[in-house]
């Protein structure tokens, strides 16, 4: 069993930054891999990014350039900077692990202004 706990949402205007954090605990040592997904209101839920135990990365297109996924393995945790945020990029996001089994966080809503 893996646990993740996301935080860092919040109100930002257009074009700013936030920096999402989601902390994993549990058999970490299991995992693949770890992603992003949001779901906007009325929507279904999308991927962002993914990050492999092995550090491979990969985004949607939709976010490509201006979103990074990272890890530090030290606190075993995984980020996503985003930057030149969109009031369309206003959704709960939500931090998934995988390990043959999907795990998800509760999600941290991120609000942006236009």
């Known amino acids: 069993q893996v646990q993740l706990v996301e935080s860092g949402g919040g109100l930002v205007q257009a074009g700013g930054s936030l920096r999402l954090s989601c902390a994993a605990s549990?058999?970490?040592?299991?995992?693949?891999?770890m992603g992003w997904y949001r779901q906007a209101p009325g929507k279904q839920r999308e991927f962002l990014a993914a990050?492999?135990?092995?550090?491979?990365?990969n985004y949607a297109d939709s976010v490509k350039g201006r979103f990074t996924i990272s890890t530090d393995n030290a606190k075993n945790t995984v980020y996503l900077q985003m930057n030149s945020l969109k009031p369309e990029d206003t959704a709960v996001y939500y931090c998934?692990?995988?390990?043959?089994?999907?795990?998800w966080g509760k999600g941290t809503l991120v609000t942006v202004s236009s």
């Open positions: 998934n692990a995988e390990d043959g089994m999907d795990y």
């Open positions: 549990g058999s970490i040592f299991s995992i693949n891999a």
């Open positions: 990050i492999t135990s092995g550090g491979s990365t």
